[in-house]
């Protein structure tokens, strides 16, 4: 099994590169974050994965906490909608972690083909 | 956001597959709360966007602990990608005032569409290789 503690060594400027375009993306599309990151870090840095998908969130966890914190002394943010559609999504991901360790790595890459295909046509067609 | 039972199982039933998508793929969640938001609850774009930001922290938070601990975060990798998405956040928004936005997202969307056709592919290659070595 995959393992962070024994990867290939990465260099630091693709990382931070990646980090720079799914921040570009957000601010222009308001899509960024893991649809950018996993298909780069799967492209550009041979990360396997599984590894892509956790290293991802754990990205998202900084972003969306400085966007966060950036928007907070506005009124822009809905709290009790922020909880009402967030505490679900905890119960979500515990599920999709569950699942995506039992899926082969490569259906996982599929499944996200999947994925990016759907919110391609949705921003090709403006729906 | 009025809270009425039908608004609760339709944030729940967002947040389930939200969450879905972000323990499988690693994608947030943004890329449906953020439609839900705004077609179902009749949110700015902005707001939603902002909203759904505040959404992600306690998925992102519980999910990157919870795959720390099976050994599955590079967290290198995730504060240089991090420190970098704050940097193009800043760029971001002041290209996108400048820009036709809506040809730039049906270019991105194009590119999404061939990554995802590619992934296929080449997945499916692998998938063929395996079942036949």
């Known amino acids: ?127 | 956001m009025d809270l009425t039972l039908l608004t609760i199982c339709l944030a729940i039933g967002c947040g389930i597959a939200a969450g879905l998508l972000a323990g499988l793929f690693g994608v947030g969640g943004g890329v449906i709360f953020v439609p839900t938001l705004v077609l179902v609850f009749a949110f700015t774009q902005l707001d939603a966007q902002a909203t759904s930001l505040a959404a992600i922290i306690p998925v992102a938070a519980v999910g990157a602990w919870r795959q720390t601990s099976d050994e599955n975060v590079y967290w290198r990798g995730a504060l240089i990608m991090g420190i970098g998405a704050a940097v193009g956040v800043l760029f971001g928004a002041e290209v996108a005032t400048r820009l036709p936005d809506e040809l730039l997202s049906q270019v991105f969307g194009a590119v999404l569409i061939l990554s995802g056709g590619e992934m296929i592919v080449s997945a499916s290659r692998r998938i063929k290789a395996k079942r036949l070595g």
């Open chain 1, 1 to 127: 099994m995959d393992n962070a503690s024994n990867l290939p060594k990465v260099s630091v400027y693709p990382l931070l590169g990646i980090g720079v375009v799914s921040g570009l993306f957000a601010a222009m599309f308001g899509i960024g974050g893991g649809v950018v990151i996993v298909p780069l870090l799967l492209l550009l840095t041979k990360l396997p994965p599984r590894i892509a998908a956790a290293t991802s969130l754990a990205t998202l966890l900084l972003t969306s906490l400085i966007g966060t914190v950036r928007y907070a002394g506005s009124d822009h943010i809905d709290w009790v909608a922020a909880i009402v559609i967030g505490a679900p999504a905890v119960i979500g991901v515990l599920l999709g972690i569950h699942f995506q360790k039992r899926l082969p790595a490569d259906w996982l890459v599929v499944g996200f083909g999947v994925l990016i295909i759907g919110i391609g046509l949705k921003l090709v067609l403006q729906l």
